[in-house]
């Protein structure tokens, strides 16, 4: 659903529950959100079971944040949540700074997913839930996640790009990461079957 009417929801919002991407290639992407949630609270839960270490905040905010993309990808929740974001502008009489208060989202938005990178990055030798497959699929999923704000909040000078087909590219993106997400997470379901410290020493996570 296309949002360039940026806030300029009043009262009454433009988000309906309904299906926003019939065609089969969003529904096979949609599964495969749910398909890599599942193996990756199977995988959470079975290396709690083997006391390899406890859960960090940072696996479990990778799950959540794949389940609202997943949600996300057929309800358009972003459309839900500009609907909110203009109600408050509207009731607050903010309006004036609406594009300032664009450009702080955003903001915070991505250092939010660059924090979680980073530690993903940065711990992944101690992070028993993450392995090199999966730091390379987290991160074209944030930068999918980066891209999909961009086209939804485009400005002019984005329009004046004219990208063809950039509706394709973020597909390929999607479908690419959420793959990686998949083989890297099965890889670690190996690795969870191994004794704690023959685990420890393989490096992975």
Not at 11 to 36: E, M, N, Q, R
Not at 42 to 55: E, G, R
Not at 93 to 99: E, F, L, Q, S
Not at 172 to 200: D, N, R, T, V
Request: net charge positive; hydrophobic share 50%.
């Amino acid at each position: 659903m296309s949002m360039n009417g940026l806030l300029s929801a009043e009262i009454l919002f433009k988000w309906k529950l309904h299906v926003g991407d019939p065609d089969l290639w969003s529904w096979l992407i949609t599964f495969a959100y749910f398909i890599c949630i599942g193996i990756s609270f199977y995988t959470l839960n079975k290396a709690k079971k083997s006391k390899l270490s406890k859960p960090l905040i940072i696996q479990r905010s990778c799950i959540y944040i794949l389940l609202f993309l997943g949600f996300n990808k057929q309800l358009d929740l972003q459309v839900l949540l500009n609907d909110y974001a203009a109600y408050l502008i509207d009731f607050f009489n903010i309006r004036a700074y609406k594009y300032t208060i664009i450009i702080i989202a955003f903001i915070l938005v991505h250092l939010i997913l660059s924090y979680i990178l980073s530690r993903i990055i940065t711990k992944h030798k101690t992070l028993p839930f993450f392995n090199t497959i999966l730091i390379l699929a987290y991160s074209l999923l944030f930068i999918y996640i980066s891209l999909k704000i961009g086209v939804i909040y485009k400005g002019d000078y984005i329009s004046r790009l004219r990208i063809i087909g950039h509706k394709d590219f973020l597909k390929i993106l999607e479908s690419l990461s959420l793959i990686m997400i998949f083989y890297g997470q099965w890889k670690l379901l190996k690795s969870c079957s191994l004794a704690p410290h023959e685990y420890q020493s393989t490096g992975v996570g």
